[in-house]
């Protein structure tokens, strides 16, 4: 079955604390995102990378680094620097040569830091 | 700035009735819009889209309804059933942005009773 794995899927840290959360995806998509979602908020664009080796900041890149080494793989760490790291983080893929493509969501990250 | 708005936090219909799901946006470039519908734990999954040239799309038990003049766009289920009952986003996109560059409402959690 093709799809998007996150994982893990809860995770704890202690601030001041890097952390490195993975999404995998096995459906041949050239394209990769990374959205927040917090209470009561849609979900925010943190980056995304429409090919290996490039990517973009989003609506919300302070604090976090992404990088896009494969295709089917697009790593986010949340940094010291990320004020609020506490939330649900979820990663989607997309294909690339169809501009109205929707996009296919993994299950998701909730990361609390206290 | 909240560029797409969903007002109602919450919805909540009879089995078989009709669930009217409403968003509203302001930026003029949107010109594709999305609902998701999101189970808790889970990632959001595409359910319709609209292109801004059509004011309707149907797909099964749902309609999308889209008003330019009023930057307005409606979610219709007909009949509403239990396991519909979920959040619901819609989303943007504005003419010329990457793929998944998306804007996200607040979302609205529908309950559908027995």
């Known amino acids: 079955d093709g799809g998007i794995t996150q994982s893990p899927k809860y995770l704890f840290r202690k601030e001041g604390q890097n952390v490195t959360l993975s999404c995998e995806q096995n459906l041949n998509h050239d394209a990769m995102y990374w959205y927040r979602q917090d209470p009561g908020q849609g979900l925010r664009l943190i980056y995304y990378?429409?090919?290996?080796?490039?990517?973009q900041k989003g609506d919300i890149a302070e604090g976090y680094s992404v990088s896009r080494e494969k295709k089917e793989s697009f790593p986010l760490t949340v940094t010291s620097a990320q004020k609020n790291p506490t939330a649900f983080y979820l990663c989607?893929?997309?294909?690339?040569?169809?501009?109205?493509?929707?996009?296919?969501f993994g299950n998701g990250t909730r990361l609390t830091v206290t | 700035d909240q560029q797409v708005k969903q007002n109602s936090p919450s919805l909540s219909v009879q089995e078989g009735r009709i669930s009217i799901l409403n968003c509203d946006y302001t930026n003029s470039m949107f010109d594709y819009f999305l609902w998701y519908k999101k189970y808790p734990a889970e990632g959001p999954t595409f359910l319709i889209s609209i292109s801004s040239i059509k004011d309707k799309n149907e797909d099964g038990r749902f309609t999308v309804f889209l008003n330019k003049s009023a930057k307005h766009l409606s979610l219709h289920i007909v009949p509403s059933q239990p396991g519909d009952s979920a959040v619901y986003f819609c989303a943007a996109k504005a003419g010329g942005t990457s793929y998944g560059k998306l804007t996200f409402g607040q979302g609205t959690i529908l309950t559908v009773h027995p």
């Open positions: 990378s429409q090919i290996v080796n490039d990517f």
């Open positions: 989607a893929s997309s294909l690339q040569g169809s501009y109205n493509s929707p996009l296919h």
